[in-house]
């Protein structure tokens, strides 16, 4: 498994932006998918954003698209997730996730969980 930490969270008014990150700290994120992953007070969680191990494709739940992205670093030591035009019904705790050779889809066998990191949006 894979230490992983989420960062960037916080407080923000509806239509106002976020950048969440996650990091493996002392590694890079190579040969692993990444899912950014959300859970809301009373909710199941859900999958938001995924890229894959080769970095070649990106995933959406239909609730974000157009709205968020998903990327890597060069390096391949972040994954970021730009949230933008953001929504109340987008507060929750978000959480990455990381799967060796997954393919960056909700039921990739992700095996690696941070803690979350919360995101509030106020209207």
């Known amino acids: 498994q894979v230490q992983l930490v989420e960062s960037g969270g916080g407080s923000v008014q509806a239509g106002g932006s976020l950048r969440l990150s996650c990091a493996a700290p002392?590694?890079?994120?190579?040969?692993?998918?990444v899912g950014w992953f959300r859970q809301a007070p009373g909710k199941e969680r859900e999958f938001v954003a995924g890229?894959?191990?080769?970095?070649?494709?990106?995933n959406y739940a239909d609730s974000v698209k157009g709205r968020f992205t998903i990327s890597t670093d060069n390096a391949k030591k972040m994954v970021n997730l730009q949230m933008n035009s953001l929504k109340p019904k987008d507060t929750a705790v978000y959480y990455c996730?990381?799967?060796?050779?997954?393919?960056?889809?909700?039921?990739?066998?992700?095996?690696?969980w941070g803690r979350g990191t919360q995101v509030t949006v106020s209207s």
């Open positions: 890229v894959s191990w080769s970095g070649g494709s990106t």
């Open positions: 996730a990381a799967a060796r050779y997954g393919l960056g889809f909700a039921g990739s066998g992700y095996e690696s």
């Open positions: 002392g590694r890079t994120f190579t040969n692993y998918a």
